[in-house]
């Protein structure tokens, strides 16, 4: 793919918009345009020995130290409640615990197993689908499903003091969000089910005992109760971010070969004050005004502000008939667009593969991963929706606005961006996901995209950076590789030299 750079945004017209919008907002808006190029941004990352055992497996600014744990390509890891830890650590969320702890919940994004590849008739049995699940496990959504989360107790420096299954019985776990409440959302990235015919994959969905595709509340430091929130949609979620001023969650689409939507979901009962999330809500789709159907996932100028209306989905949570024991006749297709095509046929807007965001300040950023590059031409792209590198947009709750805040000019600036946190100083940190060598990028309030660190674990080098959160006091960045042989870092150094 080739993009070209973006049209450079006037000084006059980006101080304005800056005016206009303040807070940590400001900055982006008031950046450069240009995008700068990998020698005039950053500073030299070099290997950095891991302190768990000597070994390299990332590359960081002069001053870093790490540790990894929970490890599952070193061997089974047993968790203190006897149930087994999963791999592919994905999205997360960082909590106060007691004294120095922190609580990490953590997402394992795990499909239904792939059929065996009838060329190879020797090969191992797919692993069975309780393997998430134990005698200390809390009772799963669906019992076949794989996926879930796990809460970790753990100090700033990565010593694990205690881990445990807290869901299971959901699907493809892939990213979420920290509720201001003290609770983690996780979202499903998939609407498989018995309902459906099978996905991407090929497997069948016959032995799955209901229908997936939703989001799920786990409490920090206990157990989520397994029990959907509806009428937030069932389509493809990534993450979720709320506004506490507005009492609104704020929800992203990664649908990878169709165009994706930006959705907000406003609970009956405020979780401020009842402590969790209701399934009483109404569901909406971001919409440009005046400007139906707009195809956001083409390029962007930097600075470029959109204002926005919300349209309404009246059928959030589509089950289809079937037969038990039988493949489903609804395709896999026809469904991940049941929810997004509502939005779409009252003119919410087009996007590629909408993934992480987190709220800072009345302000929701969020990453769309394949964003930036030529318009599609229709609302699907079998290689993936989107022509781009990434780009990463702010929202405003306040003057509900949509802002692009940055878009890549190439892989070797940006490369597919997706998980994003923030630290306390307001610098954005992204998670890259691509093919080649994945990078943690931060994006500084200047506007300047700079090198963080880098995956190097042998064997592992274009494994996915996935959930970075800080703990509660900025001094320690966790951040998970996304693999069957998946682990969790514990991050720290001089940030504020960093520039992070």
Known sequence: MTMERRTLLKGSAAAATATALGGPFAGFANAPAGGAVRGERRGKLV????????????????????????????????????????????????????????????????????????????????????????????????????????????????????????????????????????????????INGPDVGPDFTGASNVPLQRPHGYVFEVPAGGHGDARPITMAGRFAHEAVSFDPVGGALYLTEDNFGFASGFYRYTPRHNPMRSGHLDNYGKLEMLAVQGRPNLHLEGEQRRGKTYKVKWVPIKDPNIVYEYQPGKEASTSNNDAIRYVGDQGRALGAAYFSRLEGQVYDDRIVYFTSTQGGGPEEESDENSGGYGQGFGQVWAYDTRRETLTCVYQSPGPEVLDFPDNVTTSPRGTLVLCEDHSDQNFLRTLTQGGRIRDLALNSIPGLEDAEFAGSTFSHNGRTLFVNIQDEAGMTFAIWGPWGRAGV
């Open 47 to 190: 290997p950095i020995k891991d302190l768990r055992d000597g070994k390299v497996r990332l590359h960081l600014p002069e001053g870093f130290r790490y540790r990894s744990f929970h490890d599952t390509g070193a061997g089974t890891v047993k968790l203190d409640d006897g149930t087994i830890l999963p791999g592919n650590h994905d999205g997360m969320g960082a909590f106060r615990g007691d004294g120095n702890e922190v609580v990490l919940v953590r997402n394992h994004e795990l499909n239904n197993p792939e059929p065996k590849d009838p060329e190879e008739p020797n090969a191992p049995e797919p692993p069975p689908y309780e393997s998430f699940g134990g005698p200390g496990a809390p009772d799963p959504y669906d019992d076949g499903a794989r996926g879930g989360t796990t809460t970790i107790h753990v100090s700033r420096d990565g010593d694990v003091k205690k881990a445990y299954t807290s869901l299971h019985g959901t699907l493809m776990n892939c990213s979420g969000g920290v509720m201001p409440w003290g609770s983690w959302i996780t979202c499903e990235e998939t």
